[in-house]
């Protein structure tokens, strides 16, 4: 019986790990964040390592227009992590458009906003 037991929890955590996505853990400028300095770069960690190639990030302005970016890669230091330089942005809110693939190809999407004040 308890052998049973045993192998039921193997599988469930085995399950549980191969039904995993890449979700959104943090960001950089954070979400619904407020700065007086606009940042070099935007960054968004995983919950778990994303392909590049396969993974998008747009950032729009308060009007909707599409701030020129780059087209992101991982950070060496951090698998989980993708970056994309941003240019000088000015005062506004702008929405974060992300589209993720993690490495076992399940897709994710989400967005969130953050403000740079005048």
Known sequence: MRSIAVSAMATLALMSSALAHAFLERADPPVGSESAVAPPELSITFTEGVEAAFSTIEVRDAAGS???????HLASDNKRRLVVELPKIGAGTYTV???ATSVDT??????YRFSIRP
């Open 106 to 111: 399940h897709k994710t999407e989400g967005t």
């Open 66 to 72: 599409a701030v020129p970016i780059g087209k992101p």
């Open 97 to 99: 458009i992300w589209h």
